[in-house]
Structure formats: C-alpha cells, structure tokens
C-alpha cells in the first residue's frame, strides 16, 4: 500500500485554472473569492474564473497535495460571514516552480524562433 | 437606483444560483455548495456595484458558461470514482443498518517507512444478515500489536478476531457490555497463549496489543478501549476524542503533570500502561455516545495519531469520503516519517 511520493514534474502540465489558483496564493492564503479577484485583477480581466471552475480545481488540488486548507474565518473586508481559506503546500510551491520552467523553455524557444517579436512570415501560423 | 428592487434582484440571482448548484454531483455540493453560494453572492455585490445590471448579464454569462463547463467534469469525474468505488473492496455502503441511516467506510493499515513487519490489525465487519446487522449493529476493530519476533502481529489479528466473534456470539441485550466482555474474552485468550509459550518468554518477548473496538446499531456508538489507539467523533467541524489513552504520558496529562505540547519528543511517547495479553483479568473502558447524520467516526492506531493533531485529522475526514480519507491519513502520517505501522478506519454516518 506504501506509495512513493510524486516527483513535481508528475503533475505536469498543469490545467490554466490550477496555474492561476496557485500563482494567486502565492502571497498568502486566501479565500475562495479572494483568489477569483486576484486572478481577473492580474490577468487584466482576460482570465475569469466562475465558482464551479475554481472550488473544481481546488477539490483536486487538495486531494493531490498542492494546497490545503487554513482555517475558517471571516474576511474583515467582506461581511461577517465565515469563509474557508486556501494555502499553497510546500509540494505545491514546487509544482509551481516546475510548471513555471516548463513554460519559460518553451517561450525561450517561441522566442528563438522569433515568433514573438519577429517576422511577419510566422505572423499568422 | 431604487435600492428595494436591486436586493429583491439580488435575493432571485442567489436562489437561483443556489438552485442551479444542485446539478452537481452530490459529494461535491456536501463540500463546495456554500462556499460557491457565498462566492456568487461577492461577485455580485462586485458586479452590481461597478457596471450595475449590465454587470449583473455580463456575470450570468460567465455563471452559466462556468456552470456548463464545471458540471460535466464533476460528474465525468464522480462517473469515474464510482467505478473506482465499485473494485474497491474495502469499502461497502450499508443501507440496511438503521432505518433511518446509512454507513460508508473504510479501512487501511500501512507498515509505515520504519519498521520491517506491520503489527497493526483492523476489521471492518457488516453483518450479512439484517435480523443480526438490526440487533448487534456494525464492529470496527483496530490493534496495535506489541511483543518480539512477530509476536505482536499475531496478537493484534487475535484481539480483532476474537473480538468479532465473542460480540456477535454474546446473547446480552447490552450491547456495551457485550463488546467489553468480548474485549475481556480476547485478553484472556492472548494471555492464555502468552502461558503457553514454552520457554515462557521474558516479559518484554511477550506479545500483547491495544485494541479499540466500536460498535454502530441505531442512532448509538458504543466504544471500547485498552491502550493507545483512539477513537473519534467528526460533528459540525468539531473533533471529539472519545477514548481515553491508557498511556504514560496521557496519564500524566491527566493528573496535570504534563502539558500537552510537551508530548512530541517525549521518551516515553510510545509507553502504554494497559494493554491485552498481559495479564488474566483487564480492565476494558467503555463509551457510549449518540451520532447523528453527517457524524464521521475515527478509529486509528498511534502510527497516525503521532503526527497529525486533532484539527488536520477533521479536515481530512471531512474534506473526502472515507475511501480517500484513510489514503490521506496513511500518506500524511508517511511523508511525516512513518516511524510506526499506520492504521485508519473511517466511518460515514449518512
């Protein structure tokens, strides 16, 4: 039954929502309406998250490990109504950081190709 | 605006999100319904008070492209697990148990990153027959064996044995006291066994084990205990210890020698005071508590206990059914180190 702990680079690729959730947690824990703002906040409003896209992913992240849940309290900017609060794991950070490599190699190699910034040849493709 | 048609708006928009959250499936609105309704309600205060009711379109746009999307991977995803389910033979539902409840459960025992042998026992068992399942209830057993060359391995499958058959062959109407006597019979036994052994083996060769019985029939749990595997109740976010440890340290915690946080690196961590096996006659605390829909019941053996504290064993009870929950709860006291055999039984009262 022993199961042998999940090297980060397992859970490779991660899905955009996942990604977003763990980038807006990585200042500290936060509740479920918290992490929607600061994802719609630091994409410029280009990436939305709906509750069922967001409280989803958070199920899988806390059954695979990447996030756990703090403690249940109010947000004293909101109301008074309790709310549960969501932390990066330690394994988490590190699926993070993979996940965030993984993603620079392949803009580096988007850039050397120039699809970026270069010609308009590639433009469309 | 007039502000008295914007919160009657409001209250619609909440119901009807609220309404729009029973398609999903059923494990994950017991987890997620209020938080999501909670969450709704922020983004519409946000909404409303930004772009006012082309805000409020432009939300329900986004809700209902969110709902569509995220109801087919919950329930692709609830499709799959209970496939899982279905081959997975720790665990069977019991419709049949109580009139008006059911049980989910599960068991797992792991040898841990340490040791060479694993000496913990669990039994998680149903009666096939309803006339018996109605009258005797459900048994869950955990053990924790101790005693050289293996010895403690058979002691804890004993204790859990025996204690299966001495409760359901027991006549008495009581059932606390059936399940003590049974956890009486099964002592006797292994002492007898102990007695036996020739050489009579030094004291510290032989084999004894703790044992935390509990038995589930009707709206009752009855708890029995010798050493230092517990038993939980999970209720509305609160954990309750219902056995009492028969160890060192818990005793000197009791007798308010010792404080609680003070346990961690204790030398005498691992010391128990009462177990089975060693001496003719034990003396078997009982507990008799009342559960309710909703209750979750934890019985394990200190492989677990040693590592996670009361609050982190809620959630994760909580948090997953009781399939998942014994996953987590083996793997978190691993990671942890694994100094000893882990050993977890969940019980959904549904």
Known sequence: ?125 | MDTLPTKRDHNFSSSLYRLLLFCYPAEFRRIYAREMATTFRDCYREAMQQHGKTGIARLWALMLYDLVTSLFVEHFRAFIARWKHLFAIEERQANTLMNTMSIIFAQRTDIGLQRSLNEDSALSFLPEDPQILSKKGALFVVADGLGGHSQGEVASQLAVSIVQSAYYQNERDELGLALRQAVEQANAHIYQENQSQSPQPSPDKRMGTTCVAAVLQDDTLYVANVGDSRAYIVRAGQVKQVSLDHSVIAEQIRAGLLKPEQVADHPQRKMITRCLGEEGNVEVDIFTEKVQVGDLLLLCTDGLTQYLDDEELRKIVQTYDPQESVQHLIERANERGGEDNITAVVVRVA
């Open chain 1, 1 to 125: 039954m022993k199961k042998e702990q999940r090297s980060p680079e397992a859970f490779l690729p991660l899905t955009p929502a996942v990604l977003h959730i763990m980038l807006a947690l990585v200042d500290g824990e936060r509740h479920g309406y918290s992490i929607m703002q600061e994802v719609t906040l630091r994409t410029g409003g280009k990436v939305r998250m709906g509750p069922g896209t967001l409280y989803g992913s958070i199920k899988r992240m806390i059954a695979d490990g990447l996030i756990e849940e703090s403690a249940e309290r109010p947000d004293p900017a909101l109301d008074d109504e309790r709310r549960r609060y969501y932390r990066l794991t330690n394994l988490g950070q590190r699926v993070m950081r993979a996940e965030v490599q993984r993603l620079e190699q392949i803009v580096h190699l988007a850039r050397s190709k120039q699809i970026v910034t270069g010609s308009e040849m590639m433009g469309g493709a």
